[in-house]
């Protein structure tokens, strides 16, 4: 009885979301993904006009809001203990290509000197999830 315990123990040591460090790692990642998706959800809601005027600001706009949706799940999933190791080897990826792209719609801004500081929190937002998914990878 003891032995199976003990086999039992050892099963969730290796588990990687046993250890606390990792689960609040992808708790991080969720709540800044939280805020990407708020972030862009509220841009498209109170500028609906561009996807007649700019239709390609607005698809880019929205491949953003499905990214940082796409990050949600996948974190969320991940912390949640239904997501299998595939999902979570995808997290990474979705957080470069949300920084890379935050990034540039950062350099974009600056360079017409337009959009003020939500660009700028994107491209914090983006980092941060980058940083954090390099993180969770590690731990």
Not at 23 to 40: E, K, N, P
Not at 80 to 94: A, E
Not at 118 to 135: C, D, E, H, M, S
Request: with cysteine.
């Amino acid at each position: 009885m003891e032995a199976g315990s003990r086999a039992a123990g050892k099963v969730e040591e290796t588990t990687p979301l046993a250890r606390p460090g990792v689960r609040r790692w992808y708790w991080c990642l969720f709540g800044v993904s939280a805020l990407g998706t708020l972030d862009i959800g509220q841009f498209l809601a109170t500028n609906q006009s561009m996807f007649r005027v700019a239709p390609g600001r607005a698809a880019g706009s929205v491949l953003g809001l499905v990214l940082w949706l796409a990050l949600a799940g996948l974190s969320g999933s991940t912390v949640s203990g239904h997501g299998t190791s595939q999902l979570s080897r995808t997290i990474l990826p979705v957080s470069g290509l949300l920084a890379v792209g935050s990034l540039g719609l950062v350099a974009v801004h600056a360079a017409a000197r337009v959009g003020g500081l939500r660009p700028a929190l994107g491209g914090v937002l983006g980092l941060t999830a980058l940083g954090i998914a390099w993180l969770a990878s590690r731990d």
